[in-house]
């Protein structure tokens, strides 16, 4: 009985969800920025996350001309689907709305290329590909045990063969992207205008002022500071509450 009630239940939370999802949509397309931001935040309220909502609540709010809630809203829908030209593409036009101009150090080398590959897909796609990979071992060796043919028993043992090397590297990517998702950390200025200081204290000297919409990277937290890296490698504090953090909470794609 308790199984059918929460069958229920979830079913009833993915209905109102999905029908607050194509609401916004509605109101979007007639213009009615706002109330679509309304109606996507109430899936969010129900927690239903995906790259699609966060992505639609960019565009609303980037049409209101909230540039750094646009830009949050992109950047999350980038966790979740780190390869998405439109995403990429609307947060590169958003981020041209930022007063900050600051560099970005590109990173080279090997641990660009490990980077790039891995970023390829979310942890979680990796995890799974690596379940399917062994699934499809296991069918191999199936296979492999019961047949009779020697012609398709080395085929079988091929293909084995060739699901433990693919199943490595998914394993040795879905590890490195989950590590590098806990410990990247990135957030976004919501403040208007708020200084990053040398020290974690009322009393710090001013380093940078920092406006809306540009991004930072969180290393710590003393207090009710925190500390953060701007893109071109610059450290300082910052109040805790003049920035949001992108992956704030644990999402899981719809």
Not at 24 to 42: F, H
Not at 108 to 117: E, I, N, P, S
Not at 173 to 198: G, H, L, Q
Not at 219 to 235: H, R
Request: glycine letters at 6%.
């Amino acid at each position: 009985m308790k199984n059918i009630l929460y069958i229920f239940l979830l079913s009833t939370q993915i209905f109102f969800a999905q029908s607050g999802f194509e609401k916004g949509n509605a109101l979007y397309e007639k213009g009615n920025y706002k109330e679509a931001v309304l109606a996507y935040e109430s899936v969010l309220n129900d927690n239903q996350h995906s790259a699609e909502l966060y992505f639609n609540l960019g565009n609303a709010y980037y049409k209101l001309n909230k540039v750094a809630p646009s830009i949050y809203y992109y950047e999350k829908a980038l966790v979740l689907n780190p390869k998405d030209k439109e995403s990429i593409n609307n947060l590169k036009f958003a981020n041209k709305r930022t007063i900050d101009e600051i560099k970005v150090i590109p990173k080279v080398g090997f641990a660009k290329m490990l980077r790039d590959f891995t970023g390829i897909y979310h942890y979680n796609i990796w995890g799974w590909a690596t379940i399917g990979l062994a699934t499809l071992f296991l069918l191999f060796f199936v296979a492999y045990y019961f047949s009779q043919i020697t012609v398709w028993k080395r085929v079988f043992f091929i293909g084995m063969f060739l699901s433990i090397l693919i199943m490595l590297v998914t394993v040795s990517s879905a590890i490195f992207e989950k590590r590098f998702f806990d410990t990247e950390k990135p957030a976004i200025v919501f403040a208007e205008m708020t200084n990053m200081k040398s020290e974690p204290r009322d009393g710090g000297k001013p380093l940078f002022l920092l406006h809306e919409g540009t991004k930072v990277y969180v290393e710590g937290i003393i207090g009710k500071w925190k500390k953060i890296q701007l893109t071109d490698g610059t450290e300082g504090w910052i109040e805790s509450s003049a920035i949001k953090e992108v992956k704030e909470y644990q999402y899981t794609e719809n």
